[in-house]
Structure formats: structure tokens, C-alpha cells
């Protein structure tokens, strides 16, 4: 099982649509979790960090599921500047917790 | 708003040279990183680096490389003998806490012909 497992996509939905991504990882001793976004040929930035109460920041809301080993995120309201490549990103861990390790990511496009 | 900068942004090199990619992470953070995307690929880590030493490196992270902290402010990344395959984008990244989120730098460019 790959450490951090996502949905390649690409995913193509209009402007104004709700999109889905999901991402399961194996390490159940990971603590930290995140969602970055990356543009093409540009550095991961955070989207927002992974809490188990769940969190939202505008448009966007993450869920964690740690029995499941499943992390969520949701774009409401989709507009054309979201679309990039969406990375979960787990942490190693306690015996490893600086070390994080990158999904492959999730394409997303958004169409006028 | 402090973010992490790198330089160069493009290096182009000759097979068998050395590179080192030069990177200032945010000024109060303690725990900095070495990532690399190769085209098309996902990001991988490569190396952290907290407290003046080494705290975790990944199997890419062989011989060839080499992380040093010279001063108060810069950290870098050395690759001794390139090879075609250490074409890449390098990535630097610094956080204030080990489990707290990285920052990134807009990453260097590294082509070996």
C-alpha cells in the first residue's frame, strides 16, 4: 500500500460545481495532515491544515477520518483560479514526524 | 508576509559537476527541508534538518548529498558528482515546529546535461 494514496484525476468540472477529493494513508501513527496546492511549475502551498473535528476556510471544507485512515476535501462553489493539482500530505509519524511524505496529487480543471 | 526564498532559480550543469542550491528559510523557524520533484512526478523528501544536524533523510538522500547550515540564515544543498538523473525541481522548506506546516520556497531549477 502506497503511503499516501490519491485519486490521480484529472478531475473536469464546470465553474460553480462541488468536487470531492479523497486520500487514504498506511502510517496510523501519522499526527499532522495538510492540503497543499500546486500550480504548474510553481511550489506546494498550504490549502489548509487537517484537523479531526473537521475544518472549513471559505469555500473550502477538510475532514479527517483517522479509524479509516481517510482524509477529505471538499471545493464548493469551484472557480476557475482552483484549478491546480491538489497534494495531501501526511506526516511521518512519530518516529519520523519531520519527514512528510506528498500524494501524487489530484488535477483538478475548472471549465467556464 | 516572511516566505522562504531560494537562488538560483535555474542551475544548468554538466554531468559529474558539483551544485549547490543555496536556500533562506523563514527567519524564526527551526526545522528546514530538502525536497525534490522531478517533471511530472510527485514531490519527495529529501532531508531535515534541525538543531545543526541532520533529523531525517530519505534513501534518495545517499552519499552525494550533503546539507549545511553556514551561517544564521542560509541553508543549502550540496550534489557532488551530478548525474542526468538529479534533474529536477529542488525545493526548500522551513517550518517553526516538526509537525507544523512547511513553507516552501519557489524551488531551484536544476538541469544536468
Known amino acids: 500500500r502506497k503511503e499516501v494514496e490519491q485519486d490521480p484525476g484529472p478531475f473536469n468540472v464546470p465553474e460553480g460545481a462541488t468536487v470531492a477529493f479523497n486520500c487514504t494513508y498506511s502510517n496510523s501513527a501519522s499526527q499532522s495532515f495538510f492540503w497543499y496546492r500546486q500550480d504548474c511549475r510553481k511550489e506546494p502551498k498550504l490549502l489548509m491544515s487537517v484537523y479531526s473535528s473537521g475544518n472549513e476556510d471559505g469555500r473550502f471544507t477538510a475532514q479527517l477520518n483517522r479509524a479509516s485512515q481517510y482524509i477529505s476535501l471538499l471545493i464548493r462553489d469551484s472557480k476557475l483560479s482552483d484549478s491546480a493539482t491538489y497534494l495531501c500530505v501526511v506526516n511521518g509519524g512519530d518516529s519520523s514526524a519531520s519527514k512528510i511524505i506528498f500524494g501524487s496529487g489530484t488535477r483538478l480543471s475548472i471549465r467556464p | ?113
Open chain 2, 1 to 113: 508576509e516572511p516566505e522562504v526564498t531560494q537562488t538560483p532559480s535555474h542551475q544548468v550543469t554538466q554531468m559529474g559537476q558539483e551544485v549547490i542550491l543555496r536556500c533562506v528559510p523563514i527567519s524564526n523557524h527551526l526545522y528546514f527541508y530538502w525536497y525534490r520533484q522531478i517533471l511530472g512526478q510527485k514531490v519527495e523528501f529529501l532531508v531535515s534538518f534541525y538543531n545543526n544536524e541532520i533529523s531525517e533523510k530519505s534513501e534518495i538522500f545517499d552519499d552525494q548529498f550533503s546539507v549545511e547550515r553556514p551561517d544564521g540564515s542560509n541553508f543549502t544543498l550540496k550534489i557532488r558528482s551530478t548525474k542526468l538523473e538529479d534533474s529536477a525541481m529542488y525545493f526548500c522548506a522551513s517550518s517553526l515546529e516538526h509537525t507544523d506546516t512547511q513553507y516552501f520556497g519557489p524551488g531551484t531549477r536544476l538541469t544536468v546535461l
